[in-house]
């Protein structure tokens, strides 16, 4: 009992300790220094304000949420930033519309065919189901996902997120999003779930699709339903008014899932 007292002792001095750390040097309380390090090392934005902490874990890039266990636990390995559904999966992936009688799903129809309608090579097949879904979207609950208006997960070897949130009470501009709009904010969100990264986003370990603009080079793709929406000259407003998958996202789909094994990346 005297050792259990003395180890939560110096368990709390611990924790006292690396708050006064962080602020000292002025990070967000509950942002580490070593998550911070992880999450640049993946190529993501790691300013500390840009960071939506959650009770899940960490939303960088405006909706890209980095489970907290993946970070502790190092399972989020380089390769798997960008890490591609499985072939197989990709021409049948089963998707499951949980949000009730919320506005947000009235269109959910059209954000899975707006995929679908890539066409051309692509053998991307996204399929409404009820039953044993590969992919769940449904209303964030208090604190899941801060002030982002959806959020997902990339996919974990070959296997796409489990999960795509929507904050219910989302608005942009003093607006509330309509069916088409929420249409499209779940077609982004599914497009990350896939494996997609944001087309104004570079790093190390990300795939630069060939023959899309490069934001190395300072190009931009300015229809592409996948921009982060915080991009000054693609921004969220893109998202919002977009007809579909923009001809880039489109390639990029097509070399994600291309009909020729020699000619994708999937696995
Ligand atoms: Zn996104």
Same mark, same amino acid.
């Given at each position: #009992?005297?050792?259990?007292?003395?180890? #939560?002792?110096?368990?709390?001095?611990?924790?006292?300790?690396? $708050?006064?750390?962080?602020?000292?040097?002025?990070?967000?309380?509950?942002?580490?220094?070593?998550?911070?390090?992880?999450?640049?090392? #993946?190529?993501?934005?790691?300013?500390?304000?840009?960071?939506?902490?959650?009770?899940?874990?960490?939303?960088?890039?405006?909706?890209?949420?980095?489970?907290?266990?993946?970070?502790?636990?190092?399972?989020?390995?380089?390769?798997?930033?960008?890490?591609?559904? @499985? $072939?197989?999966? &990709?021409?049948?992936?089963?998707?499951?519309?949980?949000?009730?009688?919320?506005?947000?799903?009235?269109?959910?129809?059209?954000?899975?065919?707006?995929?679908?309608?890539?066409?051309?090579?692509? +053998?991307?097949?996204?399929?409404?189901? @009820?039953? @044993?879904?590969?992919?769940?979207?449904?209303? &964030?609950?208090?604190?899941?996902?801060?002030?982002?208006?959806?959020?997902?997960?990339?996919?974990?070897?070959?296997?796409?997120?489990?999960?795509?949130?929507?904050?219910?009470?989302?608005?942009?501009?003093?607006? +509330?999003?309509? &069916?088409?709009?929420?249409?499209?904010?779940?077609?982004?969100?599914?497009?990350? &779930?896939?494996?997609?990264?944001?087309?104004? #986003?570079?790093?190390?370990?990300?795939?630069?699709?060939?023959?899309?603009?490069?934001?190395?080079?300072?190009?931009?793709? %300015?229809?592409?339903?996948? +921009?982060?929406?915080?991009?000054?000259?693609?921004?969220?407003?893109?998202?919002?008014?977009?007809?579909?998958?923009?001809?880039?996202?489109?390639?990029?789909?097509?070399?994600?899932?291309? %009909?020729?094994? @020699?000619?994708?990346? $999937?696995?």
């Amino acid at each position: #009992m005297k050792n259990l007292k003395l180890s #939560m002792l110096i368990l709390l001095s611990i924790s006292i300790m690396s $708050c006064s750390k962080d602020s000292d040097n002025n990070i967000e309380p509950g942002i580490s220094q070593e998550i911070l390090s992880k999450i640049e090392s #993946m190529g993501f934005d790691a300013n500390p304000a840009s960071i939506i902490v959650t009770k899940l874990g960490y939303i960088v890039e405006g909706d890209i949420l980095i489970p907290k266990e993946s970070l502790e636990k190092d399972y989020v390995q380089k390769q798997h930033v960008l890490n591609v559904i @499985n $072939c197989a999966t &990709a021409r049948n992936v089963r998707i499951k519309n949980e949000l009730g009688d919320h506005v947000s799903g009235d269109r959910f129809g059209r954000a899975l065919k707006l995929w679908n309608d890539v066409g051309g090579a692509s +053998t991307l097949n996204l399929v409404a189901v @009820n039953k @044993n879904p590969d992919i769940v979207v449904r209303l &964030a609950e208090n604190n899941e996902i801060g002030n982002a208006f959806g959020s997902t997960t990339f996919p974990v070897n070959g296997v796409p997120s489990p999960l795509i949130f929507l904050r219910p009470d989302s608005s942009y501009k003093g607006q +509330t999003f309509n &069916a088409l709009q929420w249409s499209n904010i779940i077609a982004h969100e599914i497009g990350h &779930a896939l494996g997609i990264l944001h087309t104004n #986003m570079s790093g190390d370990e990300t795939i630069h699709i060939p023959g899309t603009p490069d934001i190395d080079n300072q190009e931009r793709d %300015e229809l592409s339903i996948m +921009t982060d929406g915080m991009d000054t000259v693609v921004p969220f407003d893109v998202i919002l008014n977009s007809t579909g998958p923009s001809l880039n996202d489109k390639r990029t789909i097509r070399l994600m899932f291309h %009909e020729n094994a @020699n000619r994708r990346l $999937c696995n």
